[in-house]
């Protein structure tokens, strides 16, 4: 289904939007939106989610026109910004989406909930536009249900079989009830669950990882409640398994569901619904929702088993977050215990309080070798120019600990400069393309009649560290083969690097043999822990009041894409190379095993990286084979999170299969992978990305 038609709408009526102020003007195109859009059943349907138009020609094809912006950011501060991306591979932006909200408010309560709050503020700020504009946009939503309400009401009234009448009924009985009001059944439940994961993009305008929460939890009364009455579990199977089809069927594939977890008394939660929804994912073998099953101390062994299966590993599923360590990140933020209780897994790696929160997940992608860079450089980069003042002199760097401690001051000026530009460039977001929806449903945007981009009560911001590894391991080659063996200078790394090692062969190849993050090193190990204990204190330092700077490890495949336009670095790696993904390894490394990845990922504090600090483990389809190779798996799972990591993602691969793929993606589009967050068609990823993991797939299986 073709189902953005943001533009198209704006198109048609942007003369009367233009008329309107920026919040009143997203709220009208989100109902216009809701208003037109259309919408369908299939005859097997057991709710109501299909919309969008059938074809991308039926989409107004209109010149774009840009409506009035309020400009918040200067001249001088919008061109340090495209300096930075441009030149140093430094990217702030503020991104929209990646949410998840309070799902089991909303199945309770109904949106009436949030009319309600907002109608008593808009009595005492009669004037407010943004209080007035969360309204329309309430309103719309429970509209666009009714609409859906419509649709099943004709399917009942033409149906063929006396089965699908009674469905359809039973449809159309929900969508005049739910979101607007609390649901009363599973059904009312689950399809209110549905028409709001799908309206939040609209009103974000963009499908990227809005995620479900915890949903086994809060559809568990309704469950209940279904079984008591006489129902059936293949009852409750089918309307998941529609919902499954429809989270599979748009968007970007990063829907975090999640499943299990721990309550305020230490108990696992794991239920006979959790159980289910195993059973659906198993049999509908889909790339998405990403199914996020937290891990708890007493979690059940016959559960845990049952996820250590081939058919679920071979899709890159399912993710294990380890509880205590998640909560104990959360609680790192400045959150009390017994809000972090109720944490969820957002998105592909993230960990947000659903309903509370909102956080911009790519907000500032920082190239973590640029700090290194004016260490060694006298305060310049090594390929451009950085017109900054910083407080930290340039100076002769004599030793190891004076490298490392320069590394820390350019770090925590940078992050400072890029962290002053994302605070001006939020408001201007907030002032030209609000989220009235969101807002309304998001605590402290009522209370404070503000949009969620700056009055969520907890707003987080992540700090992706792009190439940190890579950082690490050119720090311990120089620590090795300058300060150490003296077999080197900082002038000669510099000189190498700034030719791509062309003529630089020898020092390439001394430093491809030095020690590397991945190899479980002590020494390298406690360098890695140093300065991702910067990069946490630099970010702790630029937090303030609701808006949190978190850092991350978290680069899904965007590890590729970025090696393509980063020079070379002081590691070896050459320009166009990707740099590490996620928590793993450099690619420079070429051995690689699961005990000393695992030992690896753990010599720093993961809690203080709860922006995303993921590892990628790659497991043979030979480890699924006898009990005792899976009963290894689920060891090197538990002791990962013994040893305090907080996320471990799975891929089981055949590599006959990939190269297949590759070679020929026309002739298997059916192909699943896990892509370093969430799961997509292998044919669907670019070919140097499918390279790449090919590449780290065969070095896994070659030292397991």
């Given amino acids: 289904m073709y189902y ?27 109902k216009y939106v809701t208003e037109e859009i259309p919408l369908k059943l299939m005859d097997t349907d057991h709710i109501a989610g299909w919309y969008g138009f059938e074809n991308k020609s039926d989409v107004m094809e209109l010149e774009r026109r840009s409506f009035t912006r309020v400009s918040v950011l ?3 501060q919008r061109q340090r910004i495209k300096h930075l991306d441009n030149d140093l591979k430094t990217k702030i932006a503020f991104t929209s989406a990646h949410t998840c909200i309070d799902y089991e408010t909303i199945v309770q309560n109904g949106l009436a909930y949030y009319i309600t709050r907002v109608e008593q503020a808009i009595l005492e700020n009669p004037d407010n536009d943004y209080l007035k504009a969360m309204k329309i946009s309430l309103e719309a939503a429970c509209e666009y249900a ?18 699908q009448k009674r469905r359809f009924e039973s449809i159309y009985s929900a969508l005049c009830r739910v979101p607007r009001s609390g649901a009363n059944n599973f059904l009312e439940a689950v399809q209110s669950v549905w028409i709001m994961h799908s309206l939040i993009p609209m009103a974000e305008m963009s499908w990227a990882s809005i995620s479900i929460g915890r949903i086994d939890q809060y559809l568990y009364p309704f469950y209940e409640k279904h079984i008591t009455d006489g129902g059936n579990k293949e009852e409750i199977k089918d309307i998941l398994k529609n919902l499954f089809v429809l989270l599979d069927s748009y968007g970007d594939g990063a829907c975090a569901m999640n499943i299990g977890g721990m309550d305020a008394k230490g108990q696992d939660m794991i239920n006979d619904l959790s159980k289910i929804l195993i059973e659906v994912e198993k049999e509908m073998s889909l790339r998405a929702p990403i199914f996020a099953v937290r891990v708890t101390p007493d979690m059940p062994e016959d559960v845990l088993d049952s996820l250590i299966d081939f058919d679920l590993f071979k899709i890159g599923q399912p993710t294990f977050y380890s509880e205590l360590p998640c909560r104990k990140a959360i609680m790192g933020r400045g959150v009390s215990e017994s809000e972090a209780v109720d944490f969820a897994a957002n998105s592909c790696m993230g960990l947000i309080l659903a309903g509370r929160e909102f956080a911009d997940m790519w907000g500032i992608m920082f190239n973590s070798h640029l700090p290194l860079e004016l260490a060694v450089n006298h305060g310049k980069p090594l390929n451009s120019n950085l017109d900054v003042e910083f407080e930290t002199r340039p100076t002769e760097i004599n030793d190891f600990e004076e490298l490392l401690q320069k590394y820390n001051s350019y770090f925590s000026e940078l992050i400072a400069l890029c962290t002053n530009l994302y605070e001006v460039l939020a408001v201007e977001k907030e002032a030209n393309c609000p989220d009235p929806l969101l807002s309304a449903i998001t605590e402290g945007c009522i209370e404070n009649c503000g949009d969620r981009a700056n009055s ?3 707003n987080t911001v992540t700090v992706e560290t792009m190439g940190l590894v890579n950082t690490c391991d050119a720090l311990v080659a120089i620590k090795e083969l300058v300060y150490e063996q003296k077999k080197y200078t900082l002038k000669n790394f510099i000189t190498a690097a700034k030719m791509n090692f062309e003529g630089y062969e020898k020092l390439l190849s001394d430093i491809s043999e030095c020690k590397k993050y991945g190899m479980n090193d002590l020494g390298v190990n406690a360098i890695f822990e140093r300065i991702c204990k910067m990069v946490s204190a630099a970010c702790k330092k630029v937090s303030h009041d609701n808006r949190l700077f978190i850092p991350s490890l978290h680069t899904i495949d965007v590890n590729v894409g970025y090696g393509r336009i980063l020079y070379a670095t002081l590691d070896g790696r050459k320009a166009g190379q990707p740099v590490n993904k996620n928590a793993n390894p450099s690619n420079l490394l070429k051995k690689t095993e699961h005990t000393s990845h695992v030992l690896s990922a753990t010599a720093f504090d993961q809690t203080e990286f709860s922006g995303g600090q993921p590892i990628d483990l790659y497991f043979d389809k030979k480890w699924f084979e006898t009990k005792e190779s899976r009963d290894k798996i689920k060891a090197l799972i538990r002791t990962y999170f013994q040893l305090g990591g907080l996320q471990l993602q799975v891929n089981s691969i055949d590599i006959e299969l990939l190269e297949k793929a590759h070679n020929n993606p026309e002739d298997y589009p059916f192909v699943i992978v896990r892509k370093g967050g969430f799961s997509v068609r292998f044919n669907e990823m670019r070919k140097d990305t499918r390279e790449e993991f090919i590449e780290l797939a065969k070095r896994m299986e070659q030292n397991v």
């Fill in 4 to 30: 953005n038609i943001i533009e198209h709408i704006k198109s048609k009526y942007f003369d009367d939007l233009e008329g309107y102020s920026p919040c009143i003007r997203q709220a009208m195109l989100f």
């Fill in 74 to 76: 200067n001249d001088e």
């Fill in 146 to 163: 009714l609409r859906f309400a419509d649709v099943a009401n004709e399917k009942a009234k033409n149906s063929k079989t006396s089965e």
């Fill in 456 to 458: 969520a009560t907890y």
